[in-house]
């Protein structure tokens, strides 16, 4: 696997985003062609910096072998990251998922001492506390999260934009006036869109705020603000949101629309054009 520098985007609003382009090639058979791409962006007006735009590729990985691994267990889903790269590069993905948690930790911390612990015989995972089910139905709560609000691709990169400028409070207090009460915590019910504990892939960041849950990758540009769940039910629980009693069509709440305004905070420097006599470093190889 290797990736380059291979030139500046420029932005819709004026700015410019570095672009890294990439091979994949299968080291157990040379004879097959590899995969080749052009796709991993960074955000807007930084300088090149080919080791982020390699962890943003072992993000993609990454969540592509999750995407793989769901599917085995759910062979009727669709899982939206299935399909980021061709089908043999998500099952290599997926075959060597331990070694790019380790590469995008070696990335993350350069030199350094890793985060990751390798397993013991006197320690083992934790699981979660998350109620069990009872006799009479589902726990309160399913989970401790749900999902406020995901964004990715430009209006993803935009909240980047404003967290790198301002800094996580802003993005929260940003994408908080996405929560709408009862009525988000209603609609992460019905499509059982929340979590046991906060979703984490290689090279993700996270930040809180009271109940909130950010977490957030800048080369993707993709932002999740989760929410923990309320102590007390709401009414109808578990029947109304779990399907043993149908609701009416009126009483079902329609998903949210997950849209960002269009215009992007901006900066000086983020619109600053790219700088002369820079010259990028060569590319990794791994």
Do not use: C
């Not at 590729?57 to 669709?78: E, G, I």
């Not at 350069?110 to 985060?115: I, M």
């Not at 869109?193 to 892939?201: G, L, Q, S, T």
Request: aromatic letters at 8%; zero cysteines; charged letters at 20%.
């Amino acid at each position: 696997m290797a990736l380059w520098h291979d030139g500046i985007t420029p932005d819709e609003h004026g700015g410019y985003r570095q672009r890294y382009a990439y091979r994949i090639a299968d080291a157990t058979a040379p004879g097959a062609l590899p995969h080749d791409g052009r796709d991993i962006h960074s955000g807007v007006g930084v300088e090149a910096d080919t080791t982020a735009g390699m962890s943003a590729l072992v993000a993609y990985l990454s969540a592509a072998a999750d995407a793989y691994r769901y599917q085995m267990s759910n062979p009727l889903s669709a899982p939206e990251n299935l399909d980021l790269f061709p089908a043999w590069v998500t099952e290599a993905a997926y075959l060597n998922s331990d070694e790019l948690t380790m590469l995008a930790d070696e990335l993350e911390h350069p030199g350094g001492s890793s985060s990751i612990e390798p397993p013991t015989a006197e320690t083992s995972p934790v699981a979660p506390a998350v109620p069990e089910p009872t006799d009479d139905g589902p726990a309160w709560p399913p989970g401790r999260y749900y999902t406020v609000i995901f964004v990715q691709d430009e209006e993803g990169h935009a909240v980047v934009d404003l967290l790198q400028e301002q800094g996580t409070q802003a993005a929260i207090d940003h994408l908080a006036q996405w929560d709408y009460g009862s009525e988000t915590l209603e609609a992460a019910l019905f499509n059982q869109d929340y979590h046991a504990d906060v979703p984490h892939y290689p090279g993700t960041r996270q930040a809180t705020d009271g109940p909130y849950v950010l977490t957030y990758q800048l080369g993707l540009g993709t932002v999740h603000l989760l929410r923990e769940f309320p102590a007390e039910a709401p009414g109808g629980w578990p029947d109304r949101y779990t399907g043993l009693t149908d609701p009416t069509p009126l009483s079902r709440p329609a998903a949210l629309k997950q849209t960002l305004p269009a215009s992007r905070p901006t900066s000086p420097q983020a619109l600053s054009p790219h700088p002369t006599g820079h010259q990028p470093d060569t590319g990794l190889s791994l």
